[in-house]
């Protein structure tokens, strides 16, 4: 099984700044294989990024993925108060699996 | 627009078979070659990917889970199942179905179906 590590568990930051979350597998995943999801509280989780770095129908362009091998990263680039959330990564090379999340929080 | 939506009990009993329904809506299960998918996250939790079926029936389960579940599919009625048995507390969770569109992610998510385990 593929294990997503997923840092930092929480990334407290302000509207406007810079996010970036971290996703490191334990074998190599094809970059065509890899997926971000954001998650608002009480909701379901919403598709982001495909493909490692594709941005889903209807997401801003504020968000960004890349990477390739071991390591990928979701950047937003200005965050917005609808921003803070739950964040996870997901491998489908390989069966499929899940990181543990980032928590992005209001500083 | 696909639209998927769960339902079942929300109390399942100790050492019973938890049984969910996701019924989709905006164009037939059959269509578009996708994964139908069943993931769930525990209070507070992460999500844990459970397994997919295809309309055709072929199923892949998580390693972890994959002797006590089982999923099936009904393409006349547009809908496809989930039975988890033998559960335990440890299977108290939200449910989630979802549409996996292969190497484009899971696209479209159910709401989810709180799920709790408890005499």
């Known amino acids: 099984e593929i294990v997503l590590t997923q840092s930092p568990g929480t990334l407290s930051l302000s509207p406007g700044d810079r996010a970036t979350l971290s996703c490191r597998a334990s074998q190599s995943v094809s970059a065509a294989y890899l997926a971000w999801y954001q998650q608002r509280p009480g909701q379901a989780p919403r598709l982001l990024i495909y493909a490692s770095s594709t941005r889903a129908t209807g997401i801003p362009d504020r968000f960004s993925g890349s990477g390739s091998g071991t390591d990928f990263t979701l950047t937003i680039s200005r965050l917005e108060p609808e921003d803070f959330a739950v964040y996870y990564c997901q491998q489908y090379v390989n069966s499929r699996t899940f990181g543990q999340g980032t928590r992005l929080e209001i500083k | 627009q696909v639209q998927l939506q769960e339902s079942g009990p929300g109390l399942v009993k100790p050492s019973q078979t938890l049984s969910l329904t996701c019924t989709v809506s905006g164009d037939s299960i059959t269509s578009g070659g996708f994964y139908w998918t069943w993931i769930r996250q525990y209070p507070g939790k992460g999500l844990e990917w459970i397994g997919y079926i295809y309309h055709t029936g072929i199923t892949h389960y998580n390693p972890s889970l994959t002797s006590r579940v089982t999923m099936s599919v009904d393409t006349s009625k547009n809908e496809f199942s989930l039975k988890v048995t033998s559960v335990t507390a440890a299977d108290t969770a939200v449910y989630y179905c979802?549409?996996?569109?292969?190497?484009?992610?899971?696209?479209?998510w159910g709401q989810g179906t709180t799920v709790i385990v408890s005499s």
């Open positions: 979802a549409r996996d569109r292969r190497t484009w992610g899971l696209d479209v």
